[in-house]
């Protein structure tokens, strides 16, 4: 039985993406690696009044953790390193047409603080998009976009407006995830930019998705 390609035998194409031309950083250059960076992400679904998450690399040591503050009048999200320093807090704004989160530094809820903003893209969608505007973008045309949720397996942030790859997460399914009724997935960051950004708006899309029933 023959095992080469017959000769004229088409083979897949391979997906191509334009790299990174520029270093992204919107949390801190530390947080960049000339290497794609592999995350597992885990999180309890039901806890009372707290959704934390962890963030290990391949070898299961702990590099981020999120804790929660649900049960005050805006939703918050606390992105601390693994000595537990507050690198981000998110914040959901609250009666905005567009479901919105805003991202500041440290533990800070000052406009001079603010990061970035991200938004659901579009209203009464079946898959998530999310648009995401630094805090000196004061523009129509979003920095970074979020395509596909996660509640679809899989998804894929990107540079602005074009193909440019800068992350991709997919839903994890074991049956150590459900057993212990945790939701888990991954991600790779790629080259050059900033991992700790791309963890920030995996929380937010988790958030979106996870009140999918609430008012958009």
């Known amino acids: ?11 897949p194409a ?5 790299p990174v031309e520029h ?16 995350l597992g992400v885990s999180t309890k679904l039901w806890t009372l009044g707290e959704n934390d998450f962890k963030v290990s690399d391949i070898n299961g040591t702990l590099i981020f953790q999120v804790k929660s503050k649900l049960l005050s009048m805006h939703d918050r999200r606390f992105l601390k390193d693994a000595a537990g320093n507050t690198l981000v807090n998110l914040r959901q704004k609250i009666r905005t047409m567009h479901r919105r989160w805003e991202a500041f530094r440290g533990e ?8 970035f903003t991200a938004k659901k893209s579009k209203l009464f969608q079946f898959k998530t998009q999310l648009d995401i505007f630094l805090a000196n973008n004061k523009g129509e045309v979003p920095d970074f976009k979020v395509k596909g949720g996660y509640g679809e397996s899989s998804c894929s942030i990107l540079l602005g407006d074009s193909n440019t790859m800068l992350a991709q997460m997919h839903r994890l399914h074991s049956l150590t995830t459900m057993i212990l009724d945790t939701d888990s997935f991954g991600v790779t960051v790629y080259p050059n930019v900033d991992y700790a950004f791309i963890v920030a708006l995996v929380v937010i899309l988790d958030e979106i998705n996870a009140d999918r029933s609430g008012e958009d």
């Open 14 to 18: 391979v997906r191509t993406y334009p």
């Open 108 to 115: 800070s809820k000052e406009e001079k603080d603010l990061l």
């Open 23 to 38: 270093p992204v950083v919107v949390i801190g250059p530390q947080y960049l690696a000339q290497y794609p960076v592999e």
């Open 1 to 11: 039985m023959a095992t080469g390609q017959a000769p004229g035998n088409p083979v």
